[in-house]
């Protein structure tokens, strides 16, 4: 069975006309984009930094769930440290990050201190 474009043609043009085929994929130092940063490498720095200075080998939203990730980490070494040098307890370190003790228990557990 053979396809009819004339049908189609009219959609064809259309698709081709939003997709930009006649414009150039450029390359980045053609592309004027404002780099802003990220929260993340700011907040690791303790300055604002910017893409070209990041601290990380890998973009943390190119990962996948990035920077919850990275939140989650940060809030568990806090967590693991309250527990072991100030001596806070469970019930306390589930009311001070807002979290319910089984989360305080699980990451205690995979650490290695329960």
Known sequence: MELDTELFQGDLDR????????EPDLPPEYCHYRDEGCEVATAYLGRQSYCSECPFPKCIY??????????????NREMLRQFTTEGKGIKELA???????????RVLKRAGNE
Request: proline share 0%; aromatic share 6%; glycine share 10%.
């Open 15 to 22: 698709l081709a006309e939003t997709v930009g085929t006649d």
């Open 95 to 105: 009311l001070a990050f807002r979290v319910s003790q089984r989360t305080v228990q």
């Open 62 to 75: 190119e990962e996948s769930g990035g920077k919850q990730r990275w939140l989650k980490e940060l809030r």
